[in-house]
Nanobody, 133 residues
Framework: EVQLVESGGGLVQAGGSLRLSCAASGFTFDDYAIGWFRQAPGKEREGVSCIGCRDGRPGSTYYTDSVKGRFTISSDNGKNTVYLQMSSLKPEDTAIYYC???????????????????????WGQGTQVTVSS
């Protein structure tokens, strides 16, 4: 059973940093892309970043435009954990952050970075990130 557990959220002032963790179990970690998504109140869930999600290339990364240069995704395959280092946080980054998994092979045919939430599964419970101004 695919299981993903997020942690590391919290309350931080604008300009601050947080590191989110996504611990994975129940599947072969190297065969999957891991994505970070967020959902703010009243808004749809949006893709933030993913790893292993471009053309089936392990370790490939992608960031949505609003977080480029501020967020960094990385993975520790030995610990089956993906991290999202968030810096220069803004109030508009406030949301519940989720991680999810998709077969890395799907990124080969997808025709672009695989960061569509509908292509992902095994959703965790989410972790709240609140950025105060």
């Amino acid at each position: 059973e695919v299981q993903l557990v997020e942690s590391g959220g919290g309350l931080v002032q604008a300009g601050g940093s947080l590191r989110l963790s996504c611990a994975a179990s129940g599947f072969t970690f190297d065969d999957y892309a891991i994505g970070w998504f967020r959902q703010a109140p009243g808004k749809e869930r949006e893709g933030v970043s993913c790893i292993g999600c471009r053309d089936g290339r392990p370790g490939s990364t992608y960031y949505t435009d609003s977080v480029k240069g501020r967020f960094t995704i990385s993975s520790d395959n030995g610990k089956n954990t993906v991290y999202l280092q968030m810096s220069s946080l803004k109030p508009e980054d406030t949301a519940i952050y989720y991680c999810a998994a998709a077969p890395a092979a799907d990124s080969v045919w997808y025709g672009g970075p695989l960061l569509n939430p509908h292509e992902y599964g095994g959703w965790g419970q989410g972790t709240q990130v609140t950025v105060s101004s």
